[in-house]
């Protein structure tokens, strides 16, 4: 079964950058979650959006933005980029805000 | 905060029943008891979930107490490849609550040993 798909995996950043991390859900979901964990962490909540528009919104820094395009795609933007900011981030799709289904991740690095 | 409570790691000989423990005593009348784990650095995964009847998949068993308050995940032949961090989440479901995001607690690190 397809599955979601995160891109890229890896990712190698320089503190003050800007880094785009992007989320194909699952084919049939409309929903889009982001999660964010850091080293030793759990995953924590950053923000969703179904249908296109932002739904629920958890510690996403105000550097940091999201959206879900037309064909349910959804990016998420990450400016002025600190050493804190590195982290695996997940995002999960679902069909009509049920069960949640994670992505394989990307690691993000700032040097 | 998390509204779930799992003891912090366990272990479990291969091949026999992992039983995991989670308290959710607080669990509203629409929340769902829902079960992740994380294989290290992987992305969480989808185990089962359950409102107040018993649940059974390929995965695994949820046991649900008549109260509510606490339930048990069970995988009933354990192998090494069970090895994770298993979280116990509570969330309003299906369609009732919006595009919530999960709220993960510490979680219960299960060992299989060999």
């Known amino acids: 079964a397809a599955g979601v798909i995160q891109s890229p995996r890896h990712l190698i950043k320089e503190k003050r950058e800007t880094a785009t991390l992007k989320c194909y859900p699952i084919?049939?979901?409309?929903?889009v979650y982001w999660y964010q964990q850091g080293p030793g962490q759990d995953p924590q909540f950053l923000i969703s959006f179904y249908e296109k528009m932002q739904s629920d919104k958890g510690s996403i820094p105000d550097r940091f933005s999201a959206q879900q395009f037309s064909d349910y795609h959804s990016e998420l933007n990450m400016s002025s980029l600190e050493l804190g900011d590195s982290a695996l981030y997940f995002c999960?799709?679902?069909?009509?805000?049920?069960?949640?289904?994670f992505g394989p991740g990307t690691r993000l690095l700032v040097l | 905060d998390a509204k779930t409570t799992q003891p912090p790691s366990m272990d479990c000989a291969e091949g026999r029943a992992a039983n995991l423990p989670c308290n959710h005593s607080?669990?509203?009348?629409?929340?769902?008891v829902y079960w992740y784990r994380q294989i290290h650095s992987q992305g969480p995964q989808y185990i089962i979930h359950g409102l107040k009847n018993n649940e059974t998949n390929e995965m695994a068993s949820l046991i649900i107490t008549e109260d509510r308050k606490s339930s048990t995940l069970i995988l009933p032949h354990a192998t090494l490849r069970d090895t994770a961090v298993y979280y116990c989440?509570?969330?309003?479901?299906?369609?009732?609550?919006?595009?919530?995001?999960?709220?993960f607690g510490k979680g219960t690190h299960l060992i299989i040993q060999p």
């Open positions: 989440i509570v969330r309003v479901g299906n369609s009732g609550g919006g595009a919530d995001g999960l709220t």
């Open positions: 999960a799709s679902s069909r009509n805000e049920e069960t949640q289904y």
């Open positions: 084919p049939r979901h409309d929903t």
């Open positions: 607080t669990i509203s009348g629409n929340e769902y």
